[in-house]
């Protein structure tokens, strides 16, 4: 990951695709399994298909991470394989449990034979897809190989040298990012869903979380991010069930807020026209800091953090102790090779989109609002999009604008969020009133109401800030300012009405009081 260590270089080969030269790409820490799925693609074979690789002289060539390169003068080929010599194949199938059983015997070191079983279940469960046996079979062999699990973690003992295991969080949660081949169903996506996709109006609430993961795969591949840091396809799965799995399960700050602001990105990027003026490692820039922005978010913001003396707030010296943990939780995601997208580009350019990834977590710490809004009006009317510290400004306004945009959407989507982030306000007030700490009035259950919650925060927040944008993008007024002031005036109308009904009690109330002393 942005390293100069020839372990981290990407490896080439070239293939012969029906007289065509094709070059190859991947990663020394794919898996054989995942360097197959990439031939495949590259030789316009379908998925699963069982394959072999031969060299000009019709010699085999292993499919792994350590085959031989070659040039474009001498040229590998692949070569799809018959029925017939798959069933030659069945026996080899059969005794790869006792195979590795065999192997677990004998004298190894218990990382390499955790590496090596976990490889050969991948293998085992593409063959059980590819191969079609039957589902006592597929059972027998996954508890065959779930037993092998458990017995080698027992005899490992402790995880102390697992190097796929980090403490990220403060109160000891341990996180364990996928190693094997991402699972989750592939769903295709309807034309009627890839345009709502672009469009703030998308409803966030009707989509199970692997359907989320197929829309957040979608617009990687659709802005050309994929192809532009020539990223593994599985690496992309794995990094975003990592980035899925990373999140927790807070009424707010969780994996549907992160795909909100996500999904709010893309459509920004698409109603502004961002690909015209902005690079395409702007773009994946944006869309990877607003996957990432609230990752292992504990539910208790800032305050609370540094109030509590809590060990991020220790850790951070009380300068935005949650944005500067999100992003160490980000890195060392991407630290991992089975995770890391950025796999493949120049570790120069790995350090630039790494800062610039940082830079735009970090402003979306609310604490800084008034310091980037100001700095972005002043260079907002003489915009020059070839200025980098103008371009800079403007994506940590939009990554605000995306992280705080609930309000931009329908109300029947937007006020269902008001719910949630009023549930972990109360979760916290209650929280701080247990253990003594100071108690922001907006976040307290017998202080606070929907619409005083909300008129606030649009008025002087939102809107300026939306207003501020759409003097350089001015295609956002209908879409996203308009809403915003229709959002304003219904919680203005709603505090009028509970206005009402507090007057008219206190009203009865006098009456009552008044009749008792007549």
């Given amino acids: 990951m942005g390293s100069s260590s020839s372990s981290y270089a990407p490896k080439t080969i070239y293939l012969d695709v029906d007289g065509k ?7 020394r820490h794919c898996s054989p399994c995942d360097i197959k799925e990439l031939l495949c693609s590259s030789s316009n074979i379908p ?3 069982a394959i072999m690789m031969v060299d000009p002289e019709g010699a085999l060539v292993s499919i792994d991470p350590t085959m031989p390169t070659n040039s474009p003068n001498s040229l590998y080929k692949v070569v799809p394989l018959s029925t ?11 005794n790869v449990l006792s195979q590795v059983a065999d192997q677990f015997s004998r004298a190894f070191r218990i990382n390499e034979l955790k590496t090596e079983v976990t490889n050969r279940l991948a293998m085992l469960e593409k063959r059980v897809e590819l191969e079609g046996l039957k589902v006592v079979e597929i059972e027998k062999c996954k508890n065959d190989l779930k037993k092998l699990r458990d017995e080698m973690t027992s005899r490992g003992g402790g995880r ?9 969080s403060d109160d000891g949660k341990k996180v364990t990012p996928r190693r094997d081949v991402p699972n989750y169903p592939k769903y295709t996506l309807s034309q009627e869903t890839v345009e709502a996709l672009k469009k703030p109006t998308f409803d966030v609430w009707h989509w199970e979380h692997n359907e989320m993961l197929s829309c957040l795969e979608y617009m990687y591949h659709d802005l050309g991010l994929v192809k532009e840091f020539n990223m593994n396809p599985i690496t992309l799965k794995r990094w975003l069930l990592a980035i899925q799995e990373n999140y927790r399960n807070n009424p707010f700050h969780n994996f549907r807020h992160c795909f909100c602001v996500s999904q709010m990105m893309y459509g920004m990027i698409h109603l502004c026209n961002l690909q015209e003026k902005m690079t395409l490692t702007d773009m994946g820039i944006l869309m990877t800091a607003a996957v990432c922005h609230d990752l292992d978010h504990p539910g208790y913001n800032n305050t609370y953090q540094i109030n509590a003396r809590t060990e991020l707030a220790v850790r951070y010296n009380d300068i935005s102790p949650l944005e500067n943990h999100h992003c160490a939780v980000a890195f060392q995601i991407l630290s991992l090779p089975e995770c890391n997208i950025f796999a493949n580009v120049d570790p120069e350019a790995f350090k630039q989109i790494r800062q610039a990834i940082i830079t735009l977590i970090l402003a979306t710490d609310m604490a800084r609002h008034g310091e980037i809004l100001d700095s972005f009006k002043q260079k907002v009317d003489n915009f020059d999009f070839t200025n980098e510290e103008h371009v800079t400004c403007l994506k940590m306004v939009l990554i605000k604008c995306c992280d705080i945009s609930n309000e931009v959407r329908p109300t029947e989507v937007a006020e269902p969020w008001v719910d949630c982030l009023l549930e972990e306000y109360f979760m916290q007030s209650d929280r701080e009133k247990s253990e003594g700490l100071p108690v922001a009035p907006f976040m307290d259950r017998d202080k606070v109401t929907k619409p005083t919650a909300q008129i606030g925060f649009i008025k002087f927040v939102l809107i300026p800030m939306f207003e501020t944008v759409m003097k350089l993008f001015p295609q956002i007024e209908e879409i996203m300012v308009q809403p915003l002031r229709d959002s304003r005036d219904h919680y203005e109308e709603l505090k009028q009405i509970d206005d009402a009904m507090t007057e008219g009690s206190f009203v009865i109330k006098f009456r009552k009081d008044f009749d008792k002393h007549e």
Avoid: A, I
């Fill in 160 to 168: 102390v040298n697992c190097p796929c295991k980090y403490n990220f």
């Fill in 84 to 94: 017939g010599q798959l069933g030659e194949k069945e026996d080899m199938f059969q």
């Fill in 47 to 49: 998925r699963n298909t």
């Fill in 21 to 27: 030269v094709q070059k190859v790409v991947f990663s």
